[in-house]
């Protein structure tokens, strides 16, 4: 999972102002689930499951608190309601509630079928899981109903299951508008315009398949004998798949390049929605991973530039955990239990050396130079540097759902990459260039794989013995000890030195202050009266107190402001720009090219030649 924050600092300031196994079984042994898009009811769909027969005299049904990659309890079924259980003569059967996810069915082996009523989770963020909402289910892991329009199906809060089948194969039925398409890694059995089935070997593997339902589309395309799939929801109709699959091949191709011969999937679902976040909609942005899926959220405000950018970053991380923890992980993975979790100390691993892995392979591939490379790795150690740096890591990972630890989770994409940096390091200094981090991993994947997992108190020891005392060394000092990382002595291995870098700014804001306000009684943007004039003004002769009208065109005020600062984050030195203001009553129409403002930072330099050979083996080989 990769959760982002997109220029919250601006946004406050607004507001103040995994290839399927699929093969049919029989009836007499399998879950039988319906979902019907179809007769959707005050934006709820309802779900039909006929069970197998029990023969004990109760079952327990269970929606899940908590699913896979999510790392956080969000209990789905708060979004149940109307949970009933009948006989084969259509009998109601005594349904008892024992908890918000868990239901007590009573007289089990006359039990014939239960229906009940999901809602969406969409429409009741309040902002984001990831922006202070605990409450808010993080969005790629949620769901929406939008009837005849769009339906993005995260499995795991529409189909639950029962306690003592959780092993028993499901068959999904989707019921459907013939003007909507699923898109989906899984296969479908039934060639109707319809209905769509689908075959599954048993429920955690189901719910590891999400769909969505919309509007026709998608693109696909092959990388090697894989097979991708683009589906994109688009409120505005201003997105298209099309517009989106050649970046997102080009990054894949160069994925699968960098990973080499390590077993992937051979079809791979990417669902993107994008949300409207002036209306009650989708507000945590990121992705979450599948075996065979990814699931993303993005505003749709972006602009397609910048969306690639994130589909790039996003996508890629998620594309990565297909080697951790989807093939390498622990038994706490595993044997996941949906409703009592037992966390893995390994969360270093599992989304640290996979965000590693997003930005090393962009390196490595050609995508940003080794500049670019640096200033990625500055801006975690920056981000990390706010979170609390004397943490065992491997204890924050198994207590992750309590506090203190909770609130240290957003650290596995910071500090946890940097732990994956330094052992990378380690590795290629240790084998004069010749492995490194993505070697333990494809060794790790030969030791265990997608079905055999390993013991948590068992992998550092594993690790050494594939790699150098060094490296142990480093995992219990740094990882699961409370001693802070010197990244200095690490990038001084490679050669790389602290130095002063020159970065670009905003033309709207810099760090945490803006350059713009809002006049709430006439929606008109104006430039703050006591500005200085950054670099972007002066080029274009923008004054304090000039109120912004418009850019390239598009007239901008407070509806629409984050339309601006989202857009402008997608500019370029020497872009041209029209901007047309209003100074002292008068419009006037400012031309010229982009001029970005410019900040110097502590960051990072290639400086010593003589370990430029274990360098380019480290980023390049």
Known sequence: MKKIILSLAFASFIWSCKTTNTASSTSQNEVDVVIDLVNVKDDKVQVTIVPPKFNSETATFMIPKTVPGTYSEDDYGRYIENVIAYDAKGNKLAVAKLDVNSYKINDAKKLSKITYWVNDTFDTEKGGAFTGNSDDIFSPAGTNIKAGENFYVNTHAFVGYFSDKTETPYKLTIKHPNTIEGVSAMIDKDNSDTVDVFYSSKYATLVENPLMYSKPNSESFMVDDMEIILGVYSPSGNFSAKDLAPKLETMMKAQKAFLGKMNTTKKYAILLYLSDIKANDAKGFGALEHPTSTTVVFPEMMGLEMLNEQMKDVVSHEFFHIVTPLTVHSNEIQYFD????????????????????????????????????????????????????????????????????????????????????????????????????????????????????????????????????????????????????????????????????????????????????????????????????????????????????????????????????????????????????????????????????????????????????????????
């Open 338 to 621: 949906f409703n009592n979790p037992q966390m893995s100390e390994h969360l270093w691993m599992y989304e640290g050396v996979t965000e590693y892995f997003a930005n090393l392979f962009q390196v490595n591939q050609g995508l940003i130079d080794e500049d670019g490379f640096f200033k990625r790795m500055v801006d975690k150690i920056n981000q990390a540097k706010a979170m609390d740096d004397n943490m065992s890591f491997t204890k924050m990972s198994k207590n992750v759902f309590e506090q203190p630890y909770k609130d240290q989770y957003i650290n596995v994409y910071q500090k946890g990459a940097l732990i994956a940096m330094c052992i990378d390091i380690i590795i290629r200094e240790e084998s004069n260039g010749e492995r490194g981090i993505l070697d333990l991993m494809s060794k790790l994947s030969k030791e265990y794989g997608a079905t055999k997992a390993f013991k948590d108190n068992e992998l550092f020891g594993k690790i050494t013995e594939l790699t150098y005392p060094e490296v142990g060394a480093f995992l219990q000092t740094y990882v699961a000890g409370e001693t802070p990382i010197n990244y200095d002595e690490y990038f001084a291995k490679m050669g790389v030195t602290k130095a002063t870098i020159e970065v670009s700014g905003n033309p709207f804001l810099k760090g945490q202050m803006p350059y713009i306000t809002v006049d709430p009684t006439t929606k008109e943007i104006k430039y703050l009266p006591t500005v200085e004039p950054n670099a972007f003004m002066t080029a274009l002769g923008i004054k304090a107190n000039d109120k912004l009208l418009e850019v390239n065109g598009t007239k901008y005020n407070m509806d629409n402001i984050y339309d601006l600062v989202m857009g402008s984050m997608s500019w370029k030195d020497g872009d041209a720009i029209t901007v047309t203001i209003n100074r002292d009553g008068k419009n006037q129409e400012l031309k010229g090219t982009v001029v970005l403002p410019k900040e110097t930072k502590e960051g990072y330099k290639a400086t010593d030649d003589s370990k430029k050979a274990l360098r380019e083996a480290w980023l390049k080989g």
